[in-house]
């Protein structure tokens, strides 16, 4: 079955710079791969997602890259906040089903 | 607000008792998830129903069993209740014609098992 693995497991990033986190997939079948940001103490709340025909996508601050050879796919977020702290999980689809990275805390430095 | 509700919101019980956790889908959605998050830790999958059949399963005790009802919204029942089962109870809804789409997620519900 389908396997997702995340990294870094926490990510520092002095407020201003980029963050970049990347997922890898195992089942070449997965077609769809989201992006969620969970405050704490908060639902997982969608913020980007990706289908596998297309390369990037692009929303404001965050963007998402997809490398279907390499089985992999990223997070960026740029000119980071503070609002920005939170922990991002990705997630990749080869049904109907979500398969769960295992989150990245991301922590936003004054 | 995504749409998705659940209640209670918080639920305080001791070991040994049974709850149900309940979930109502967004309007248009057939497929409910499960989804169990322990303190600081990642999301673990227990159970989808589609349209009221379940469709797959994670890793759900016995002690836990779920069902969706014909106005889709989900309930989830846990018994015999342990310690180690405190923990945020989310669910999830999407609309899924064939395509995994976005999951959208419920508030919670917080169980505290003392």
């Known amino acids: 079955g389908e396997n997702v693995e995340q990294h870094p497991s926490t990510l520092s990033v002095q407020e201003g710079d980029s963050a970049v986190i990347k997922c890898t997939y195992s089942?070449?079948?997965?077609?769809?791969f989201p992006w969620y940001k969970q405050e704490l103490g908060k639902r997982p709340q969608l913020i980007i997602d990706i289908r596998s025909n297309v390369g990037e996508k692009k929303d404001q601050r965050i963007a998402v890259t997809l490398n279907k050879t390499a089985k992999h796919f990223s997070l960026h977020i740029t000119e980071t906040q503070p609002e920005d702290s939170a922990v991002y999980f990705c997630a990749a689809s080869p049904n109907y089903q979500l398969i769960w990275g295992a989150g990245t805390k991301l922590i936003i430095k004054p | 607000d995504s749409g998705v509700t659940q209640t209670p919101k918080h639920l305080i019980t001791a070991t040994g008792q049974r709850v149900t956790l309940r979930c109502s889908p967004r309007s248009g959605d057939l497929s409910v998830y499960w989804y169990q998050q322990s303190l600081d830790q990642g999301l673990q999958f227990l159970i989808q129903?589609?349209?009221?059949?379940?469709?797959a399963k994670g890793n759900i005790l016995e002690r836990f069993s779920a069902q969706q009802f014909p106005d889709l919204h989900s309930e989830l029942n846990l018994s015999s209740l342990e310690l180690g089962d405190s923990a945020l109870y989310f669910c999830?809804?999407?609309?899924?014609?064939?395509?995994?789409?976005?999951?959208?997620f419920g508030p919670g519900t917080r169980l505290t098992v003392l």
């Open positions: 089942d070449s079948a997965s077609n769809y």
């Open positions: 129903y589609y349209n009221g059949e379940e469709r």
């Open positions: 999830a809804s999407s609309v899924e014609q064939g395509l995994a789409g976005a999951s959208f």
